[in-house]
């Protein structure tokens, strides 16, 4: 189905997208830092690269997502001096660093799977693959990109930029305007430049997570873990990489350079930002507080909220956005998507239940469906377009209510209603990942035994009589007996 196009960060174009190797995509998504709870912003980000990476597998690509756990190395604002943040809360809450990632590594885990987020194929944590960033930054010295001070080991900004590097190319930043705006920090000293950053830090008494390195005992730099286990599990040159918009500086930016620096000359092909969540206009940060936890909009003790909110319709709520425009959280805003969600899910679930019954054929209205239902592959391969994509699920649900309402299901022939049933179930479970709620087994039987009979009707199409006898007598045999009539075909089930 046509080309996919997605934005590329680094290129700020759109781009036709074409993997490595034809039908395999490498992903690497960089993951939280694992010291508190993760708020609806993080999600925001996890639940898109969720939704791209279901719809990469719903087109037919074999994907290895890897998504990474961050549970060393990331200090205090961001920055190459201050407390690393899992310790920090380790010494506040008096429990071990490890406890604190094991503790919000299970939160976000469930977290995830509350949004039926399909988990990654690989989940590498940073302090389980020490020896590899060290291997890492062994090579970046042997290559002259990095020098050594007192037990740290710096990248040199100024070096890679000599020999004809783009330091910047990413995040669009020049090199003076990073010069001017980093703060003179304690220990910055350490540096030739305030450009350069971490690969290594040396570690004193007082820090608890620290491992023996050619250069004395430390511990690895943020950007570091990500540029090691990318290259580790998906190879030096790789198809995505993805993460929130906030990270193009420095996280990958210092990724880039890093990977370059080790031997590679391109390691990503295609960089993807997703953009942020705000909360009464300002950024979603746990740095600053302005925070919702996933629990709260699920139990409905936000204070932000009149009451809770399902999983699905905040995740249906993140797809109404395109995913590099900002999205502004609300009360109001939700209540619509839950309303808009309801409808859709009403809809589709008339079309499931809705057994096919042969009937004069309306052609118009069988090509327009089949235009809406090739649409939504158009918007989403055109840099995954949810919200038209759902514009798109909007039209078929309305086509669905008035066939509903004049009672002729049969006017769209088999044909369209199967790949209109194909269409909306694949878009909405498969891709957008949202769930029905509160389905029940009686539902569910019911729903599934339309389906049979849909087939059934289908074998009666074709003529294949055996088949369509068939599947009526095993379903007698389970006990649902059915019955042919004017209208379609019923059932009762003994
Ligand atoms: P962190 O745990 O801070 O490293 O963040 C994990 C992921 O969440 C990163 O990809 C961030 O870019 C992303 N993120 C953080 N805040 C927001 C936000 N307000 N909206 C969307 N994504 C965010
Ligand atoms: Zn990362």
């Known amino acids: 189905m046509n080309n996919l196009y997605l934005t590329n960060s680094l290129t700020r174009k759109k781009e036709i997208f074409k993997p490595i190797n034809k ?15 993760v708020h609806l912003g993080n999600c925001r980000t996890f639940v898109f690269f969720d939704t791209m990476v279901r719809y990469l597998k719903f087109l037919g690509y074999k994907v290895r997502y890897v998504r990474n756990i961050t549970d060393v190395g ?52 940073a302090t389980g693959h020490i020896i590899e960033q060290i291997n890492m930054v062994q090579q970046i010295i042997n290559n002259g990109y990095a020098y050594v001070v007192n037990g740290s080991v710096y990248f040199d900004v100024s070096k890679y930029i000599d020999q004809g590097y783009d330091y910047g190319e990413l995040s669009g930043r020049q090199v003076d305007e990073l010069i001017s705006g980093t703060r003179n920090l304690d220990g910055q000293s350490d540096k030739k430049s305030p450009n350069d950053f971490a690969l290594w830090k040396k570690a004193d008494s007082s820090h608890i997570m620290k491992w023996d390195s050619p250069w004395g005992k430390g511990f690895p730099g943020w950007h570091l873990e990500c540029s090691a286990m990318s290259s580790k599990y998906l190879g030096s ?63 409905g003790s936000s204070s932000f909220l009149e009451k809770a909110f399902s999983p699905s319709v905040v995740r249906f709520f993140m797809m109404q956005s395109h995913y590099r425009g900002v999205l502004d959280f609300s009360n109001d805003a939700l209540l619509a998507s839950e309303k ?13 239940k809705t057994s096919f019954n042969q009937g004069k054929e309306d052609e118009n209205i069988i090509n327009k469906i089949n235009s809406i239902c090739t649409s939504c592959y158009k918007n989403m391969n055109d840099d995954f377009n949810t919200p038209k994509l ?6 078929l649900v309305a086509i669905i209510n008035t066939l509903d309402q004049k009672n002729s299901f049969n006017t769209i022939g088999a044909e ?69 009539g ?9």
């Open 23 to 37: 039908e395999n995509v490498g992903i690497y998504v960089c993951g939280p830092t694992v010291y508190s709870e």
């Open 74 to 125: 990331h200090l205090e604002n961001d920055a190459d001096e201050g407390e690393d943040k899992i310790s920090k809360k380790a010494r506040l809450e008096q429990l071990e660093p490890m406890e604190i990632a094991q503790k919000y590594t299970n939160d976000f885990h469930k977290v995830m799977n509350t949004f039926n987020a399909i988990p990654p194929d690989i989940e590498p944590a």
């Open 237 to 299: 040159s790789f198809d995505i990489h993805g993460g929130g918009m906030d990270l193009k500086f420095p996280h990958h930016e210092c990724e880039i350079a890093q990977c370059v620096g080790s031997g590679c000359e391109k390691p990503v092909n295609y960089w993807m930002h997703g953009n942020m969540l705000t909360l009464n206009g300002k950024r979603m940060s746990k740095s600053t507080g302005n925070t919702i936890l996933p629990e709260e909009l699920f139990n």
């Open 340 to 352: 808009g969600f309801k409808k859709l899910m009403e809809a589709f679930s008339k079309l499931k």
């Open 390 to 395: 759902i514009a798109n699920l909007f039209e």
């Open 416 to 484: 369209t209603h199967l790949f209109m049933l194909k269409t909306m179930s694949g878009f909405i479970e498969d891709v957008l990942g949202l769930e029905a709620q509160n389905k029940n087994h009686a539902q569910l039987t019911e729903e599934l035994i339309n389906m049979i009979l849909n087939l059934r009707a289908e074998a009666k199409k074709n003529k294949d009589y055996l088949l369509s006898d068939k599947i009526r007598d095993q379903l007698t045999s389970l006990g649902v007996k059915i019955k042919d």
């Open 486 to 494: 004017k209208d379609g075909t019923t059932f009762v089930v003994n």
